[in-house]
């Protein structure tokens, strides 16, 4: 492998079509496209500052670097990405990939990030600013991630998330194959025109959560007391709540058990079947 450190580049594609080489602390400033057409590529202890430094790239490996606001789009139409113990500051990463594997990464401008990806993992990964992450996404694997930013995992499918903490309005909006354990969930209207949604163990907040979701599962989740609202126009739930709800409105079918509810609601704006059954004193 080629080793190439402690320089810098600028302009327009200076390391265009590279392949079997390795970058030790060097500086990707103004220009475009530094890295483009790569294979087998190693970037270590560097810093991006330029546009779109790593498009139509394979087989790559990135380890404590910083990603700058100018880098903006910087990771897109790429496969097989590991990338560690790095910051990313530029919104718009990585778009149109497959294969991301991310451990101990800081995003602080998430905006717009992870869209139609596939067969994507995240550790110990922290977002901020993060609205519309993961959209059309799917194939992911996700532990001990912290997110800020609305409208998350919208169209996605195949998603698990363990240990996390999401704080994220419109949550999970039209996802597929969803499996969340041990999580926190703040933000309203989580999940609507879900399907296939399994929560367990999960604290929820936020108004009229999981509406218009269809094989809706929760297996000992609580609800903060603004969860008001619940369950509109959801089929085939199977729920098993501790403590109390605020409210759970016209839920179509199956069966809702919780220790407490304090209005159920079912008026003239009911759907068929209309049968969805809810038992209140379960303990857990």
Known sequence: MNIIKDKEFQGERPLFFQQDLKLENIKILNGESAIKEGHNIVAVNSYFNGKYPFWHINDFEIENCIFDTGARAAIWYSNNLKMSNCKIIAPKMFRRMKGIALFKVEFTDAQETLWDCENIALKDVKAVNGDYIFMNSSNIAVENFNLQGNYSFQ??????????????????????????????????????????????????????????????????????????????????????????????????????????????????????????????????
């Open 155 to 284: 169209n996605c499918e195949n998603i698990t998330i363990k240990d996390s903490v999401l704080d994220s309005k419109d949550a999970f909006w039209e996802a597929h194959n969803v499996v969340v354990e041990n999580s926190v969930l703040n933000g309203e209207y989580l999940g609507w025109h879900s399907k296939n949604l399994k929560l367990i163990n999960c604290k929820i907040s936020g108004t009229q959560p999981l509406c218009y979701a269809e094989n809706l599962t929760l297996v000992n989740c609580t609800f903060d007391k603004d969860c008001d609202l619940a369950f509109e126009y959801s089929t085939a739930i199977d729920a098993t709540i501790k403590g109390h709800v605020t409210s759970i409105k016209n839920p179509t079918s199956g069966i809702i058990k919780v220790q407490s509810v304090g209005t159920i609601i079912r008026d003239a704006n009911t759907k068929a079947p209309d049968n969805c059954v809810i038992e209140e004193g379960y303990n857990g």
